[in-house]
């Protein structure tokens, strides 16, 4: 049955003129966004403040833990398409989710220096890593999951879809703004156990709202073969459970990977690096060559140009998070350490965190995302929408001026040394207006672009890309990395420079690759074929 004769065979649940679907997932993603993001405010400042570790220790904690996070997307929705269906992973997620920020919770005893050494709590550590592979395991299940399910519920030619996604869009960064607030305060304030228990009450919510709202999905995020689902294998065991016992494993080698964020390969003649990105090299090569095979052996010349635009752009994507994701790194070091964070605004005085001005981002993408849906439809009707290689093109130059704002900021500090807010503040706005321009048009691209029959390697291949630029944003921030004295203080004016030229050269390489793509446009635009 098609999407079409399934919907007008089903009940209509409409609330404010769409599905009441639309609103548990709205509600589900906004909880889990904001469990997300308001452990990701706390997570490096965390390791270095509280278990003592170095910024490069640090950063490459955080740049294999956003590795893994955004690649597991890949193998979960791979799971639910074949066997579990979209409800069962949501389900097996959320309780992931909500075990991994719990266990987050549990700080153990902080790291202290004994004549020269510093000592951490390992016990706790092994709580902490295992805590993270289950939120990756978790985020891998969820995630993939939620944002298919927003477009099962529209038949595939309901004009309210677009609609739709606006509204689910909107609670994912609802929750960002919110977590940033409320958990950066929390965690910094009364101690790092708060934030991120409150970002496991948090994912709670967001489960027993979607345990609730199962009844509006309307029967389409179901198993795809639920009786081969209870199929009996090894050890007389179903096949489902059979899917939990490798779910399970698949914590298990994720907590040793991320513990093992700094492990070198100390092969002659091989650069040093994490197994992580190891692991990501082999995975790139052997799905570029497989890319590579089908473009030569299985498509004709339309489809291969159209891949390699989509292929162009997905590096574009890269790119650009590569850029993105320091926010949660350098960025967020140098708002703790060498920017004055106090506002006084018509009498009201308030020092925000550090981990608080995370949420800029989210806050800045809700305000934004009206002005560009009015914006976007009138450039068009007037036929002068920049099209997808050009938006791509301005969002990475965009990208580029936003650390060229952090710049004059770190040239230029008060009269105490320090750095301003409003600085900041404009630096976040100026980079939200790029990824406004840039990212929508990584998974359209994907749909729009790719053979039909590729489209889940295609997806998969963006993911990666995203993965990668984690890792890739993790290995930027370690060239601003400071060694901290035993007391923590830092030398404020040293601190800047390191800052002024990790930002000078991520500058360059968001303009320099924008001018680039700007110059390929017209190339690219021929090889889209007229795809929008």
Known sequence: MTDAALSDALPRTDFLGHPKGLYVCFFTEMWERFS?????????????????????????????????????????????????????????????LCLGHFAMAVEGHPARVVDGVVMRDTRALQVFYFALALIIVGVGFLKANVSTLVGKLYAEQDPRREAGFSIYYAGVNLGGVISGVLCGWLGETFGWGYGFGAAGVGMLFGLATFVYGQRYLLGRAEPPDAPRLRERLLAGLSRETWIYVATFGGVLVGW????????????????????????????????????????????????????????????????????????????LLFSDRVMNRETNLFGWHYEWTAGQLTSLGSLFILLLAPILAWLWP??????????????????????????????????HPQANGMTALWCFVLAYFVL????????????AAVTELSVPSVMGVMMGAWWLGTAYSEVLAALLGKLSAIQ???????????????????????????????LLILLLTPLLKRGMHGAK
């Not at 833990?65 to 066997?83: H, S």
């Not at 002068?384 to 770190?410: E, R």
């Open 36 to 96: 997300f993001y308001g452990m990701k405010a706390l997570l490096l400042l965390y390791l270095i403040k509280y278990h003592r570790f170095s910024d490069d220790h640090g950063y490459n904690l955080i740049g294999a833990y956003g590795g893994l996070v955004y690649a597991a997307p890949v193998f979960g929705g791979l799971v639910a398409d074949r066997w579990l269906g979209m409800r069962k992973s949501i389900l097996l997620g959320g309780v992931l």
């Open 378 to 411: 009138r450039l068009d009707r007037l036929g002068i929408n920049p099209s997808k290689p050009m938006k791509s093109a301005l969002g990475l130059i965009v990208a580029g001026l936003a650390f060229l704002v952090l710049v004059w900021s770190a040239r």
């Open 484 to 514: 901290l004295p035993e007391d923590g203080a830092i030398v404020v004016a040293d601190a800047l420079a390191k800052y002024d030229a990790l930002f000078v050269y991520s500058a360059k390489i968001g303009i320099a690759a924008g």
């Open 256 to 331: 040793q990977l991320i513990q093992r964020h700094s492990l070198m390969l100390d092969v002659p003649g091989l650069p040093q690096m994490s197994a992580v990105l190891w692991g990501m090299h082999a995975i790139s090569v052997v799905l570029l060559g497989w890319i590579a095979w089908f473009l030569i052996f299985r498509c004709n010349r339309v489809q291969r140009q159209q891949m390699l635009v989509l292929l162009v752009l997905i590096v574009c994507c890269l790119v650009f998070f590569t850029l993105y994701e320091q926010t949660y790194g350098s960025w």
């Open 432 to 443: 939200e207006v790029g990824e406004m321009l840039l990212s929508p048009i990584g998974l």
